[in-house]
């Protein structure tokens, strides 16, 4: 059966077809590839091959055009781990040479596969991760009991403390996120995505009961927020944001178990925490104290031009991190609108 190039947003569809080959993750959605080619101009191109009426095979791909680091193709952009879709042994090294050619035709500079499923063996890693993935489907005292004791004592401090937790997907509650989000991303020392991109996850998302936004109140006001989706049986954590001086009521802690009873009650079967660098202390601490299964993810990316894989490359924008930091935040809006869609 030959492989084809598809958009998924050209099949209304596409979302039902996953679901009946067995494809469970969110990042496959149509949904997302809307997102994520109205807010940035990447093009999808899905390496796909169909038989019976189901996906036997699915490697999602976008073309990313950049004046700064030219042409490439990304599996898939702004997405933490892309892995195949591959029912028969060997098919994705088919789609991995497909992509290869097609890019060397189309003149990219280089292809990178968010998943260890796409390294061949021997090959070195550009980047490496940690996940941290949480089996859901247990009972709410064994799922409470699988936290630290310290994770325990946080949520019963936030509870006492009076803070309330909201599950909401109305715009209002994306713009109080978008508010903690722009001042999260600062004090990390990286620009905020354009809110483009958060209204058409709300348009293509949200409407469509793929995610949501779990928000902490206190004395009125929003004080952390965080956005989850979800697809067939899983869910996944993938933006948390909060203020700085209202951390210590530890409203983080409450939303995360919050959404862990809300996902645990409609029967979905692992939540993933996404990707997390190894440097990153404070937040491997925040993620283990769930109870989740850590795994290493890898990240290959091949340079067309020397038809080698590339190894070690650097974490982008780490030299930056610490000027946008001390930048206003309206130039940081700025910088996000301007750039973003050049490092995706």
């Known amino acids: 059966m030959a492989v084809q190039l598809l958009n998924p947003r050209n099949d209304p569809a596409w979302d039902a077809l996953l679901l009946r080959s067995g494809d469970n993750s969110f990042f496959h959605t149509a949904g997302w590839a809307r997102v994520l080619e109205e807010s940035y101009g990447f093009k999808p191109l899905y390496i796909a091959r169909s038989e019976g009426g189901q996906l036997s095979l699915l490697m999602p791909m976008m073309e990313v055009p950049s004046l700064f680091r030219g042409r490439r193709g990304v599996c898939l952009p702004f997405t933490d781990r892309c892995a195949p879709l591959a029912l028969e042994p060997g098919t994705v090294v088919d789609a991995v040479r497909e992509s290869i050619d097609y890019g060397k035709k189309q003149g990219w500079r280089s292809i990178e596969w968010r998943d260890d499923n796409f390294g061949p063996l021997g090959a070195s890693a550009s980047n490496t991760y940690l996940t941290h993935e949480i089996t859901l489907r247990k009972s709410e005292t064994e799922l409470f009991g699988g936290l630290r004791a310290g994770n325990r004592r946080n949520v019963r401090k936030a509870l006492r403390g009076g803070v309330s937790v909201r599950i909401e997907r109305s715009e209002k509650a994306l713009k109080s996120f978008y508010r903690l989000n722009c001042l999260t991303r600062k004090r990390h020392g990286l620009p905020p995505q354009p809110y483009i991109f958060f209204k058409k996850v709300h348009e293509y998302i949200f409407s469509l009961d ?91 990316r091949y340079d067309l031009g020397k038809d080698d894989y590339l190894s070690g490359l650097p974490t982008e924008g780490d030299s930056l991190r610490h000027l946008l930091s001390k930048t206003p935040s309206w130039i940081s809006r700025i910088l996000g609108r301007l750039f973003y869609r050049h490092f995706g």
């Open 210 to 300: 793929l995610g949501r936004i779990f928000s902490a109140h206190f004395a009125g006001r929003v004080i952390a927020a965080a956005v989850f989706f979800n697809f067939g049986n899983e869910a996944l954590f993938k933006y948390g944001a909060s203020e700085m001086d209202r951390r210590r009521l530890r409203p983080n802690n409450l939303i995360m178990w919050e959404a862990l009873k809300w996902h645990n009650q409609r029967d979905f079967a692992r939540l993933s925490l996404g990707r997390t660098e190894p440097r990153d202390l404070g937040l491997l601490r925040y993620k283990r104290a769930w109870g989740g299964e850590e795994r290493p993810l890898r990240y290959f």
